[in-house]
């Protein structure tokens, strides 16, 4: 389980030989081990000295986490982990079962949709510096995160670990996370590369989705991740593109990846995302990780030689039906990986559970929780003035950090909501009292990690309803605290939601508990969105995400005021699963294929061009306080091919309380030949001021972002004419918009 503590030491011994002169007992360095040297020519040397097993060596797992060095060169092991939320605990060397570590609990940071629901990159810098703290403190190379495979659809059972259903928001939010997490001397794996929008049949399911589809909504995150922050590791998803298997798919690795985007890092597969050595050798795949092997399976020694990248592929070498230089292009982007985290003698030693990320699990958490409704000012709650204030629901009680598949953590501590808005009330005189509800799922564990929580009960559905309603008459307020949760069927890996409802019929709680008090708010744990049967007879509704170590301690800072509200959603909320795109149209979850008919029109861009309106809409989220946005102006409103122009808006709080509003640009081409969108998400700034502060938000405009994926070029174009700019504060508020041409 642990790293040759030998093969440790050598990156810092190489530090401090090289420091102290370039030789140690007057051996001179050899030029791979001389950190002074160009990256790529120590890579050459490193090379030159490899035999052809040592090489294929590299290219495959040798345990369920890590893959070989060059003992012999001292060059280390590649150690991976989960991602993207903390560090998944420690697994056997062969099995998925715990290895028992009592060192390796971690923080968990708010999932990756509450992180794209700040709007806000610098809270991504901030989460990806603490991740990456976390995974170096751990000794990992490689972290496997973040994800940014689109929102397609509210049933897909890992939309909480991505980054919503916006090209644009998803691209600005995964560069710096990439970036922060690489300074740790730990790489980024973007993941799952590419069209992995389901669960269901994803180990085989092909995607047919047209040029432009692919590259204006699919692509762009993963673009940015690799062209803007330089990530260093790329995970292939399980599903089929163009009918081959993404870990070893032509067009999506060796032509975009790696060809149009000039990606100079590893293609790392999804664990038991490979099918076939030839086109892994020949499609662009570098590292082969969870072969689930006949040998590995039965357990025999050498079980990881069996994998496609091991035995197979040197035979093909030895037998001269595989040539050297693609190998060799393989193993050189090992070796880059390995230089640029365990062999980095820069890398800082990280830390885990320091207060620091404790204070940013609060600060993303707080930040991301999206104000959906709040009628009659419901929210905040006075602690204060409210005397009892009553809080229903499993999911006020039961820890979310455990579950859902492979982001699944083993925490060192996780304040759950109750316990968090208990420690706050209680100090500002308030009764906190509990009513279960309903029972969804008990059950708290995965793959050896459990919760330790009792949550079983033995009282019946109707009185357990009935408890709640008879609270709910007697309490101030009300808050019930359901959703979803991690378990198989809801929000999590390797099966899609059956319903878009909320599941153990708690809309049946949540319209008697509206019945009984009219002071209710509905706070919603969750990754996805949810139908809403009841929002007209609630007037409050508080999105609050799966949201970590200091879920129950951030979701208290909002009930309460102490922090104002300023997420917005990621991803659009239908008021009826039909109205999504994929769901209209007809294909999802396909069959042996699943066609994208709907093409580009994927969440709001659906909704604007269809005019179906949503439950609640892209970019949508209020405040404790009310914003004004106008006064927009251009530049010029004449752009030429080369040029630029800008746009001012001013933003005023016109409240009382001091928060944060993000500024949207939306940008829609009026005189188009090809199909597009109303509008596009084209800038957006999130912007803090204090009550009668206004500012002025600046927006760039450039051609670029005003061109479409000309599928009959292969290029992006911007055709000249007419084109609008609203500006607003969700995709379904615009407060003002203005014309410029391109000429
Ligand atoms: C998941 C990946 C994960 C890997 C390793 C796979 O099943 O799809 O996201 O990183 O397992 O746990």
């Given at each position: 389980m642990k790293k040759n503590p030998t093969l440790k030491l050598l990156p810092l011994l190489f530090f401090l030989t090289g420091c102290a002169g370039g030789a140690r007992n007057d051996v001179p360095l050899a030029a791979y081990q001389d950190a002074t040297l160009p990256l790529e020519e120590r890579i050459e040397d490193a090379l030159s000295r490899m035999t052809l097993e040592e090489k294929v060596a590299m290219l495959h797992a040798q345990s369920k986490f890590s893959s070989a060095g060059v003992p012999r060169l001292g060059i280390p092991e590649v150690w991976c982990t989960d991602g993207p939320h903390g560090i998944r605990p420690e697994v056997l060397w062969d099995e998925w079962d715990q290895a028992g570590w009592t060192n390796d609990s971690c923080t968990a940071f708010p999932a990756l949709t509450c992180l794209a629901a700040t709007w806000n990159p610098a809270m991504s810098a901030l989460y990806g510096q603490s991740i990456g703290e976390e995974a170096r403190y751990r000794e990992k190379d490689v972290l496997l995160g973040p994800g940014v495979n689109i929102y397609r659809t509210p049933l897909n059972g890992r939309n909480f670990e991505y980054m919503g259903e916006d090209p644009y928001l998803a691209s600005r939010m995964v560069v710096p996370y990439v970036q922060e997490v690489q300074k740790q001397g730990v790489a980024a794996c973007v993941?799952?590369?590419?069209?992995?929008?389901?669960?269901?049949?994803r180990l085989s399911v092909d995607v047919e989705v047209d040029d432009r589809a692919l590259y204006e909504i699919y692509l762009p995150a993963f673009k940015a991740a690799v062209?803007?922050?330089?990530?260093?590791a790329v995970m292939g998803a399980y599903n089929k593109y163009k009918g081959q298997h993404c870990c070893h798919n032509e067009y999506l690795?060796?032509?975009?990846?790696?060809?149009?985007?000039?990606f100079d890092g590893v293609v790392i597969s999804d664990w038991g995302g490979v099918h076939d050595t030839e086109e892994s050798i020949r499609n662009g795949l570098d590292m082969e990780f969870g072969t689930w092997t006949d040998g590995l399976r039965s357990g025999t020694r050498n079980a990881y030689d069996n994998y496609y990248l091991a035995h197979p592929y040197l035979d093909l070498l030895r037998k001269g039906a595989a040539d050297v230089n693609t190998l060799d292009d393989k193993v050189r982007r090992v070796l880059r990986l390995i230089f640029r985290t365990?062999?980095?003698?820069?890398?800082p030693f990280g830390s885990l559970n320091s207060p620091e990320h404790l204070a940013a699990a609060r600060q993303i958490a707080g930040e991301g929780m999206v104000l959906l409704k709040n009628d009659n000012g419901t929210?905040?709650?006075d602690a204060g003035s409210t005397k009892r204030l009553l809080v229903v629901g499993e999911n006020a009680v039961k820890m979310m950090t455990v579950g859902g598949g492979s982001s699944s953590l083993k925490v060192r501590h996780e304040v759950t909501p109750l316990e968090g808005l208990r420690a706050a009330a209680t100090a500002a005189g308030c009764e906190v009292v509990y009513e279960r509800g309903y029972v969804g799922d008990p059950t708290g564990s995965y793959n050896g990690v459990t919760t330790g929580q009792d949550l079983s009960e033995t009282r019946s559905e109707e009185q357990l309803l009935a408890d709640a309603v008879s609270a709910a008459k007697e309490a101030d307020a009300v808050l019930f605290i359901g959703g979803l949760n991690k378990s198989w069927g809801q929000d999590c890996e390797g099966g899609d939601r059956k319903e878009y409802g909320l599941p153990y019929a708690q809309d049946r709680v949540i319209e008697a508990l509206a019945a009984a008090n009219p002071r209710l708010a509905v706070v919603l744990v969750s990754g996805n969105a949810v139908a809403m049967p009841w929002v007209d007879r609630v007037p409050a509704v508080l999105e609050a995400w799966f949201s970590g170590s200091e879920a129950g301690n951030a979701l208290a800072d909002v009930v309460f005021g102490k922090v104002n509200p300023s997420g917005k959603l990621p991803f659009t909320f239908p008021v009826h699963l039909e109205d999504n795109a994929a769901h209209a149209l007809g294909e999802f979850p396909g069959g042996d294929s699943v066609r994208y008919n709907e093409s580009l029109f994927v969440g709001y861009r659906w909704h604007d061009t269809k005019a179906i309106k949503p439950l609640f809409a892209f970019g949508h989220g209020l405040s404790y306080t009310t914003f004004e946005i106008g006064n927009l102006r251009l530049s010029t409103d004449r752009l030429d091919a080369d040029g630029s122009l800008t746009l001012r808006v001013d933003v005023t709080n016109t409240g009382d309380r001091p928060g944060a509003e993000v500024v949207q640009l939306y940008i829609g081409d009026d005189e188009s030949f090809v199909p597009r969108p109303v509008k596009e998400l084209k800038g957006f700034a999130k912007v803090s001021l204090q009550p009668g502060e206004t500012q002025t938000v600046e927006f760039g405009i450039t051609p670029a972002s005003l061109s479409y994926y000309d599928d009959t070029k292969g290029a992006w174009t911007a055709e000249p004419g007419l084109f609008t700019a609203y500006v607003g504060a969700a995709s379904d508020d615009i407060r003002g918009s203005v014309d410029f041409t391109l000429e």
């Open positions: 993941k799952h590369f590419a069209l992995n929008n389901q669960e269901t049949r062209e803007e922050g330089g990530a260093w690795l060796n032509d975009i990846l790696k060809g149009e985007w000039g365990a062999m980095n003698t820069q890398k929210l905040p709650l």
